[in-house]
């Protein structure tokens, strides 16, 4: 698979990952015209790999603060996610629902904040 510029091969270089299984499922439906199913997983999964780019993918239900206290109440899970990492770290989601959970707000203080607005 050819990559979309940068010299990244996103069969190669890239981990499209999350903390959820049910995220993952979603994520290995959305990219699987770009990226490999063997290089969409949960952060568990890429332990001890390491690519170029990572995409972190943070969704949760934000009437349901449970998962997110759950993905943050040690700080081992995102070391594992930001590590794999060589080149670029892109994280999605709510950044208002993640900045206070324990350990994430300085990931949230140290990377530049996006918004997209849905297409109609």
């Known amino acids: 698979m050819a990559g979309a510029g940068a010299g990244v091969d996103l069969g190669r270089d890239v981990f499209v990952i999350s903390p959820f299984r049910h995220v993952v ?8 015209d770009l990226v490999p199913a063997e290089r969409v997983g949960t952060v568990h ?3 001890g790999k390491e690519a170029d780019v990572v995409i972190l993918i943070l ?3 934000p009437g349901r603060p449970g998962a997110r206290a759950w993905a943050a109440s040690r700080p081992n ?11 670029r770290l892109f994280v999605i989601g709510d ?26």
């Open 45 to 47: 999964t890429t332990q």
């Open 25 to 32: 499922a979603g994520a290995k439906r959305a990219c699987r």
């Open 59 to 61: 969704g949760t239900d």
């Open 95 to 120: 950044l208002d629902a993640w900045r206070d959970q324990r350990f994430f707000a300085p990931l949230a203080e140290s990377l530049p904040a996006h918004t997209w607005q849905a297409q109609p």
């Open 77 to 87: 899970l995102l070391n594992v996610a930001v590590s794999r990492a060589k080149r």
